[in-house]
């Protein structure tokens, strides 16, 4: 049985930093990413990583955040520095089987950042 979990939400300041963690069980995954939905929004990719750590990131966070996976502990992290208001959103840990690229979701974390 997979499980996605995420952890590391919270509430900082502009400017400040966070470190989102999701931890994956239950099987070998290729792809792992995290998304995110802002309210009244559609959710949409913030960063993702392949299994061998080729990294893709949506313009709006390209410089400031950076994802990085550890697969010995099936563990993806998001490390966010330089926030703004609007990074504020639930984010979702998405991974990927890695044989039948089926897809999973964690149940999100969610980050706010005051304007």
């Known amino acids: 049985q997979v499980q996605v979990e995420e952890s590391g939400g919270g509430l900082v300041q502009p400017g400040g930093s966070l470190r989102l963690s999701c931890v994956a069980s239950?099987?070998?995954?290729?792809?792992l990413g995290w998304h995110r939905q802002a309210p009244g929004k559609q959710r949409e990719l913030v960063a993702d990583?392949?299994?061998?750590?080729?990294?893709n990131y949506a313009d709006s966070v390209k410089g400031r955040f950076t994802i990085s996976r550890d697969n010995d502990k099936n563990t993806v992290y998001l490390q966010m520095n330089s926030l703004k208001p609007e990074d504020t959103a639930v984010y979702y840990c998405?991974?990927?089987?890695?044989?039948?690229?089926?897809?999973?979701w964690g149940r999100g974390t969610r980050v706010t950042v005051p304007s």
């Open positions: 990583i392949t299994s061998d750590s080729r990294t």
């Open positions: 998405y991974v990927e089987h890695a044989l039948s690229g089926t897809g999973y």
């Open positions: 239950g099987s070998i995954f290729s792809r």
